[in-house]
């Protein structure tokens, strides 16, 4: 009798040691597998590159919104002011109707930046590259082969053939950008740089160059005013 | 005698297991995890600073409206003028819309974890989102958003390290969604079209990417949340 119940002590005793010791197996794994995906997850994705890429960034912009603030201010001020003497300010209108045009591709422009020339065939993905990373860089007026790119212009390749806007652009390109030479200049390296493995490419800076081409917003039939 | 040895055996794995997560504990110096520390609150001051010069140009621009309309109501000249403002606003992305359109969900894959497949096509790249707003507009979107960002003729896509920026540094995190106004039908054609994105679809199947479309009668596009300032284009003539 004694004996057995000896036995079934002892029996317990291992199980309650095993027990333990899974608990606290299990107990270390868990930890283990958690703080090897949360040293992943943040190394994966806010690495001390990515962070100081997106502090560039982020100061880059808040100066260029600091000056739209600016610009703003003052246009209020003047509409203000005018206002307030009792008259009427279509000039100040017509200015900022100007501005959109020019942003909208609606009318010809004028200025300084780059002028990209490129034999041979380009898929629709580079030239989307090309225009994005030209954009990044402060572009603010585009043309191809004559044609005036604005953000909205779809770039599709059909087959080899490379369309801009539903025209055809063939495989002797000229881009020509408007804009800070001094920051279209890298970006324009950068496409270049995985284009001229295929194509050559030739970048020339144009301390004034002329974009004729316009296009004529397509009218909204969809969309509504308002929220 | 056994249990002795069950003791000592599952001792033993524990001390193992503690020793590895010991050594998997990162350790580093001081200084790293003071400039990590610098990195990470020069962000949010920075992204702080972003939105309250947003949420400035917005109120400027409400007031700089509010002038103008008064303007208008003042002169017939200026009327007119008003009226074609208007409209290249709403083609600029100055103006919220709403309509029938289609909207585009995207997320991000599963990891293969495999050493031979280090291609990163299980995550969304921003090239993924300029090809789908390209579609759209091939499809005749009249105004697109992405994760409420208005994409007006300034915007560009472009990483900052591992982080998918456009207009002015707006951080786009997955899952995306694409909204664009237009006729559904046709919006919806482009997108499925076979030919267009292959690449993306075929990540679709390969890593369970997400990528799905659904048609709307009515979605709405916010008002892009800055403005225009041109330096070196000037009008001919």
Do not use: C
Not at chain 1, 34 to 43: F, G, I, P
Not at chain 1, 88 to 109: I, P, Y
Request: proline letters at 4%; hydrophobic letters at 45%.
């Amino acid at each position: 009798m004694r004996n057995r119940s000896g036995e079934v002590t002892a029996r317990s005793q291992r199980l309650i040691v095993i027990s333990l010791i899974a608990l606290g197996l299990g107990f270390l794994i868990m930890v283990q597998l958690r703080s090897q995906a949360a040293v992943a997850r943040t190394l994966a994705t806010q690495d001390d590159t990515s962070v100081a890429l997106l502090i560039n960034d982020l100061n880059r912009a808040n100066n260029l919104l600091l000056q739209q603030s600016t610009a703003l201010a003052e246009q209020q001020a003047q509409l203000h002011q005018t206002l307030t003497s009792g008259g009427t300010d279509s000039q100040a209108l017509s200015k900022e109707l100007t501005t959109l045009r020019e942003v909208n591709g609606a009318v010809a422009v004028h200025g300084p930046g780059l002028e990209i020339q490129i034999e041979g065939a380009v898929m629709d993905f580079e030239l989307q590259d090309a225009l994005n990373n030209l954009r990044n860089a402060g572009a603010e007026a585009i043309s191809l082969n004559g044609y005036r790119i604005v953000g909205s212009t779809p770039v599709v390749s059909r087959g080899d053939v490379l369309m801009v806007a539903g025209h055809t652009v063939g495989t002797s390109l000229v881009l020509l950008v408007i804009g800070d030479a001094e920051q279209l200049g890298p970006a324009a390296d950068l496409s270049a740089s995985s284009l001229q493995t295929r194509v050559q490419v030739s970048i020339q800076r144009k301390s004034d160059l002329a974009i004729t081409a316009v296009v004529t917003p397509r009218p909204l039939i969809y969309a509504q005013l308002g929220k | 005698m056994t249990v002795l040895a069950s003791v000592s055996l599952a001792t033993f794995l524990v001390a193992g297991l503690a020793a590895t997560q010991f050594r998997s504990q990162p350790l580093p110096p001081s200084n790293r995890v003071a400039r990590e520390q610098a990195l990470r609150q020069s962000v949010n001051q920075l992204e702080d600073q972003n939105h309250a010069l947003k949420a400035r140009v917005q109120a400027l621009q409400a007031d700089v409206k509010a002038g103008e309309d008064e303007t208008a109501r003042r002169s017939s000249a200026a009327q007119e003028v008003k009226a074609q403002l208007d409209e290249q606003k709403a083609f600029a992305g100055l103006t919220a819309l709403h309509g029938p359109g289609l909207t585009v969900l995207l997320h991000d894959g599963t990891d293969p974890n495999s050493p031979s497949d280090q291609s990163l096509g299980w995550t969304i790249h921003y090239q993924d989102l300029q090809d789908i707003v390209n579609v759209l507009w091939a499809s005749g979107a009249e105004a697109i958003a992405v994760n409420g960002q208005r994409i007006v003729p300034t915007t560009a896509f472009h990483y900052a390290g591992v982080n998918i920026l456009v207009n002015n540094a707006s951080r786009l995190s997955p899952p995306y969604t694409v909204i664009a106004l237009g006729d559904p039908s046709a919006l919806a054609n482009g997108v499925g079209n076979p030919d267009q994105m292959a690449e993306l679809k075929s990540r679709n199947r390969i890593y369970g990417l997400g990528f799905s479309w659904l048609r709307s009668t009515r979605l709405s596009v916010p008002v892009y949340d800055a403005t225009f300032l041109l330096k070196y284009a000037q009008p001919v003539g």
